[in-house]
């Protein structure tokens, strides 16, 4: 499951470097609170298994959040945006060794 986690997580850091500068700021934003949530919901210890745990049910919580605070950019709400959070923050797993 980590693996298959993992490429989408990636997908999201790719994605979210192309987004155009107009929708930059929200979709940051989001990404940024999405961080900040993980970081309350799981800790500063956890592992990547954990945080794959709750990335499976995940998408109605980060859905409302994004929904909350970029109402009218709605590029910002899909999941690839929530994806890009976790790969942000897989980076501080205690078991994590990125892959070359």
């Known amino acids: 499951m980590l693996d298959y986690t993992r490429l989408r997580w990636e997908d ?34 956890f592992t990547a298994e954990e945080l794959a745990e709750l990335y499976e049910s995940s998408s109605a919580w980060t859905m409302a959040l994004a929904v909350r605070l970029a109402p009218s950019e709605p590029l910002a709400w899909e999941q690839w945006v929530a994806d890009a959070a976790f790969a942000r923050y897989v980076r501080g797993a205690v078991d994590w060794q990125a892959k070359s």
Request: charged share 40%; aromatic share 0%; no cysteine.
């Open 12 to 45: 999201g850091e790719r994605r979210l470097r192309d987004v155009p500068a107009p929708s930059r700021r929200p979709v940051e934003r989001v990404v940024e609170q999405t961080v900040a949530e993980l970081r309350r919901r799981l800790g500063s210890a």
